[in-house]
């Protein structure tokens, strides 16, 4: 079945210091993702969004790039802040499925 | 900004006992999800439902679990009976569109004894 996992379980970056979390996809057809932001005890959250026929987008101090070559996507988050900590999350479907899989997650741990 | 609603926020029940799981989409929205989030993962799809009718439910152990969502609009899953294997994080989440973003409520934290 389809795949979506991440690179790093956990990553710790200093207060201020830009945040890059990494996602591997295998489903080629996949042509919608997602990333979420899940905080201890609350449901996921979403950050941004991206269409196969986009390689970027941002948002306020995100940024998603996904490169359908490789089946790569990267959230980044500029000048991070302690209320980023939480586990992020990488989501994929393909339109024809309308069926969502999410990775593992990564553990985004801001020191102050 | 409307959100999906989800009670109870936590449950405890013994092996072998019946619970159930209720959730409240936001309005508007026809597709709703069930997921399954054990510790330390991510969210894996239990049932989907576009309206009141079920259009995926491969993962949904159907021996002790079961969802319906009569009216097309709030839902139910339940399990009978449950298993300690069963303890986990369970959200609920809508979509307007099948490929428009989930919106995830806050989940039930089921703890089986």
């Known amino acids: 079945g389809e795949s979506v996992g991440l690179h790093l379980p956990t990553l710790s970056v200093q207060e201020g210091d830009n945040s890059i979390i990494n996602c591997a996809y295998s489903?080629?057809?996949?042509?919608?993702f997602i990333w979420y932001k899940q905080e201890s005890g609350k449901g996921p959250q979403f950050i941004i969004d991206?269409?196969?026929?986009?390689d970027k987008r941002q948002g306020q101090r995100v940024t998603v790039l996904l490169n359908k070559t490789v089946k790569h996507l990267s959230l980044q988050i500029a000048a991070t802040q302690p209320g980023d900590s939480a586990v992020y999350f990488c989501?994929?479907?393909?339109?024809?499925?309308?069926?969502?899989?999410f990775g593992s997650g990564t553990k985004l741990n801001v020191k102050p | 900004e409307a959100e999906v609603a989800q009670s109870p926020r936590y449950k405890i029940t013994e092996k072998s006992q019946a619970v159930a799981f209720w959730c409240d989409p936001i309005?508007?929205?026809?597709?709703l999800y069930w997921y399954r989030q054990i510790l330390g993962q991510g969210p894996e799809l239990l049932v989907q439902?576009?309206?009141?009718?079920?259009?995926?439910d491969s993962q949904l152990p159907k021996d002790r679990f079961s969802a319906e969502r009569l009216k097309g609009v709030d839902s139910t899953l339940k399990i009978q009976p449950a298993e300690l294997g069963d303890s986990a994080m369970y959200l609920c989440?809508?979509?307007?569109?099948?490929?428009?973003?989930?919106?995830f409520g806050n989940g039930t934290r089921l703890t089986v004894t």
């Open positions: 439902f576009q309206d009141e009718s079920v259009v995926d």
């Open positions: 489903n080629s057809a996949s042509d919608y």
């Open positions: 989501a994929e479907t393909a339109y024809n499925f309308n069926k969502f899989y």
């Open positions: 309005s508007g929205h026809a597709t």
């Open positions: 989440a809508s979509s307007f569109l099948g490929d428009s973003p989930l919106h």
């Open positions: 991206i269409r196969s026929n986009m």
